[in-house]
Structure formats: structure tokens, C-alpha cells
Nanobody, 126 residues
């Protein structure tokens, strides 16, 4: 499975961005997970949002709850992260990740995921 993340950019505080993650070489089966993580300079990679692919119930980090929305388009094999009301502290490289067989694993752990996209940079200026 290859993941290609896109949609990052430079925006001002309060603006919105929509990130996309397109999968190739495989499909999002119902036994897997899909998630977005982010990593800012000098910090560890942290969970942002995730989905178990046998349900449509998302999970979010507290820091983005109410502002970010994860969704998927099965027909296009793509997962999205809609980011609204962006803050300077949201500045980071955003990564999408999947584990095609990770349905029983924690969504929030980096170790759950065995396929990662290359990352897309989001910069939010104040």
C-alpha cells in the first residue's frame, strides 16, 4: 500500500485547509484503520484523527476536536482531513497512515500503523 498525502500550505490563523490521502496498491478494507498524525519541530509524532474502517465513527485528539473532521471516499480510496479555525499551534507536517488489518488496535498509537504517507506541511501564521 502506498499513501500520498497532499493539501498542505501556508495559511493565516482562522483559515481552513483540506488534506487528502490517496491510497494505491491496495484498498481500505473493513478490517483496517486510517488516521492522520502530525509532527512539529522538536516534538514527537502525535495522533490527530482516526477511523476504524468498519464504522464511520471518528476519533479525535482533544486539541482538534470540534475544528477538524476526518472522512473518507471509498470509491476514490481517499481519506480527508478538513481543518477549520486553524491555529499557529497546528503548524506541523501532517502524515496519513493505515493498517489494513489493525481493526483491533489503538487508533492513537504510532505503532499501530505499518503504512505511512510522505507528509504534507501545514504552516499557520498568526
Amino acid at each position: 500500500v502506498q499513501l500520498q498525502a497532499s493539501g498542505g500550505g501556508l495559511v493565516q490563523a482562522g483559515d481552513s485547509l483540506r488534506l487528502s490521502c490517496a491510497a494505491s496498491g491496495g484498498t481500505f478494507g473493513r478490517s483496517g484503520n486510517m488516521a492522520w498524525f502530525r509532527q512539529s519541530s522538536g516534538k514527537e509524532r502525535e495522533f490527530v484523527a482516526g477511523l476504524r474502517l468498519n464504522s464511520y465513527t471518528p476519533t479525535y485528539a482533544d486539541s482538534v476536536k470540534g475544528r477538524f473532521t476526518i472522512s473518507r471516499d471509498n470509491a476514490k480510496n481517499t481519506v480527508f482531513l478538513q481543518m477549520n479555525t486553524l491555529k499557529p499551534e497546528d503548524t506541523a507536517i501532517y502524515y496519513c497512515a493505515t493498517n489494513p488489518r489493525g481493526i483491533l488496535s489503538s487508533l492513537r498509537l504510532v505503532a499501530t500503523y505499518n503504512y505511512w504517507g510522505q507528509g504534507t506541511l501545514v504552516t499557520v501564521s498568526s
